[in-house]
């Protein structure tokens, strides 16, 4: 059984910076690839940023430049450092595993950017 617990979101005012964690636990094969998403009311998911176990990345367009991804594979954590954020950051963000054709999710975590 793999969980992915999220932790980080919260209420950040426009400008603002947040770190969302993430850690896998049970039995999940270190070759994977570790990443975010997120869901805003009445859009689809999408992709925010991935990293490979080689440590590969690759970002929404709009968050390039403010946010950062990194891992640490050991711990089977997955970060995303959010800085500049913007009101259209506020969503549902949802951590993901992508392991031999199997997608893990975390529960989602809440960020909300507003004044």
């Known amino acids: 059984q793999v969980q992915l617990v999220e932790s980080g979101g919260g209420l950040v005012q426009p400008g603002g910076s947040l770190r969302l964690s993430c850690a896998a636990s049970g039995s999940i094969s270190s070759v994977n690839i570790m990443g975010w998403y997120r869901q805003a009311p009445g859009k689809q998911r999408e992709l925010v940023a991935r990293?490979?176990?080689?440590?590969?990345?690759n970002y929404l367009e709009s968050v390039k430049g403010r946010f950062t991804i990194s891992r640490d594979s050991a711990k089977k954590t997955v970060y995303l450092q959010m800085n500049s954020l913007k009101a259209e950051d506020t969503a549902v963000y949802y951590c993901n595993v992508y392991s031999y054709g199997t997608d893990y999710w975390g529960q989602g975590t809440q960020v909300t950017v507003s004044s």
């Open positions: 990293i490979s176990i080689g440590g590969s990345t």
